[in-house]
């Protein structure tokens, strides 16, 4: 099974910080690997696809990059409405998993 | 507008059995591979198993093999998760997606194992 390391696991920052998010595989898996925010009580929402690509409808302030075993994402000029869960899923191969999370949390 | 509403969850007993559905729209169903994925409470997200298109391929996470099975019903637009010998440990939210890189998600249905 390829095993996702996420970190931080949690971080606070403030308003208009600049956030990364890193996850790493345990083995390469291309650009096949997404970014999914959930806030509590609601489904993952996906921001990114294909490592780098913007999914319709996020903010520009959302960007991800990488490929092979290390992945970004990076949340530029962090807004209110971005505090929440982040997690990344790779689709290279089964089973599909996810890293452990990030909860970015308001300083 | 893709819409995945997803139905059957609830309380049964640790052995016992229960049937989800996600009923889809807005999207074609059929050509699309479809998941189920999971959360338990207070947890991180895991997947729990894909079908394709026509129903031929099926993929699970090891947790659940052997009791439990994915299907489809494409004429009904519908994807389905039949969950046998249940245990504690499956107390979780179950989210369908639409496994285009899982760009569309359900809402999700609780299921609660417990006596």
């Known amino acids: 099974d390829i095993q996702m390391t996420q970190s931080p696991s949690s971080l606070s920052a403030s308003v208009g910080d600049r956030v990364t998010i890193t996850c790493r595989a345990s083995?390469?898996?291309?650009?096949?690997l997404g970014w999914y925010q959930q806030k509590p009580g609601k489904a993952p929402k996906r921001l990114i696809y294909?490592?780098?690509s913007l999914q319709s409808g996020v903010p520009s302030r959302f960007s991800g990059s990488g490929s092979g075993t290390e992945f970004t994402l990076t949340i530029n000029s962090l807004q209110p409405e971005d505090f929440a869960t982040y997690y990344c899923?790779?689709?290279?191969?089964?089973?599909?998993?996810f890293g452990q999370g990030t909860k970015v949390e308001i300083k | 507008e893709v819409q995945l509403v997803e139905s059957g969850g609830g309380l049964v007993q640790p052995g016992g059995s229960l049937r989800l559905s996600c009923a889809a729209s807005?999207?074609?169903?059929?050509?699309?591979?479809m998941s189920w994925v999971r959360q338990a409470p207070g947890k991180g997200l895991e997947w729990v198993a894909n079908?394709?298109?026509?129903?031929?391929?099926?993929y699970y996470v090891d947790s659940v093999k052997g009791r439990f099975t994915i299907s489809r019903d494409n004429a009904k637009k519908s994807l389905f998760l039949q969950m046998n010998s249940l245990r504690a440990e499956d107390t979780a939210v179950y989210y369908c997606?639409?496994?285009?890189?899982?760009?569309?998600w359900g809402q999700g249905t609780l299921v609660t194992v417990s006596s």
């Open positions: 997606a639409r496994t285009t890189h899982f760009d569309y």
């Open positions: 807005g999207f074609t169903f059929s050509d699309y591979w």
């Open positions: 079908i394709n298109q026509d129903g031929s391929e099926k």
């Open positions: 083995q390469g898996i291309r650009n096949d």
């Open positions: 294909t490592a780098s």
């Open positions: 899923l790779q689709y290279n191969s089964y089973p599909r998993t």
